[in-house]
């Protein structure tokens, strides 16, 4: 079964400090896997796509990294701000199911001033 | 070009009463998607459509229906609603099978 499970499930750190959250997954065949933001009440927003020959991918303050071989993934936020506060979602899409995806239960951030 | 827009954003049903959201795409995306999102969990597939006329079950889908008569449009609908249905909604979007999802605000279902 396709799975997605992130760490931790939920993070709080000072303004301007940086962060890291992590995101494991057993989707396969394995197609593309993307980081989403989702602000309280909001639909998710991409951030970040990244293919299986793609090991880095940047946007702004946020970093994605992906290894393909273990199968792990990480979102490192930069210099966070009060606007980073938000639901960070893991999504792997496999190269088959017609587009469907795995989508993780997400990290809730909360950056404090 | 508004995106992905859902009707209603907010309802409230009593248990057996029936309901349609309503999910429009102004970007001419062939492939059009409804979650659920309940608290503390991941989005789950109820439906989904990979183009006009065609629809498909997804992960969760006993208790919803759904029609794609228009490119543009996808419905959900709950023939008898019960409070285990209680959850926010999410349409989403996209052009191809590898490209990003565009998501909709969501709706917000109460079922008492």
């Known amino acids: 079964k396709n799975q997605v499970e992130q760490s931790p499930q939920s993070l709080i750190i000072l303004e301007g400090k940086n962060c890291t959250l992590q995101?494991?997954?057993?989707?396969?065949?394995?197609?593309?896997l993307r980081w989403y933001k989702q602000d309280t009440g909001r639909g998710p927003v991409s951030l970040t796509i990244m293919t299986f020959s793609e090991n880095t991918k940047s946007n702004g303050r946020y970093t994605a990294t992906l290894d393909a071989d273990t199968k792990q993934s990480s979102l490192h936020i930069t210099a966070s701000q009060l606007s980073d506060s938000a639901s960070y979602i893991c999504v792997v899409s496999a190269r088959t199911n017609a587009g469907k995806s795995t989508f993780g239960d997400g990290t809730t951030l909360t950056v404090k001033p | 070009n508004a995106g992905v827009t859902q009707t209603p954003k907010f309802r409230v049903l009593k248990t057996g009463q029936s309901m349609t959201l309503l999910c429009a795409q102004d970007m001419n995306h062939e492939y059009m998607y409804w979650y659920r999102q309940d608290p503390g969990m991941g989005l789950r597939l109820i439906h989904y459509?990979?183009?006009?006329?065609?629809?498909a079950k997804g992960e969760v889908p006993d208790g919803y229906n759904v029609s794609r008569l228009k490119k543009q449009n996808f419905l959900l609908g709950l023939e008898s609603a019960a409070p285990s249905q209680t959850s926010v909604y999410f349409c989403?979007?996209?052009?191809?099978?590898?490209?990003?999802?565009?998501f909709g605000p969501g709706t917000r279902l109460t079922v008492t």
């Open positions: 459509s990979v183009g006009e006329g065609t629809t």
């Open positions: 989403a979007s996209r052009d191809g099978t590898f490209s990003e999802q565009y």
């Open positions: 995101c494991n997954y057993t989707v396969s065949p394995f197609s593309n």
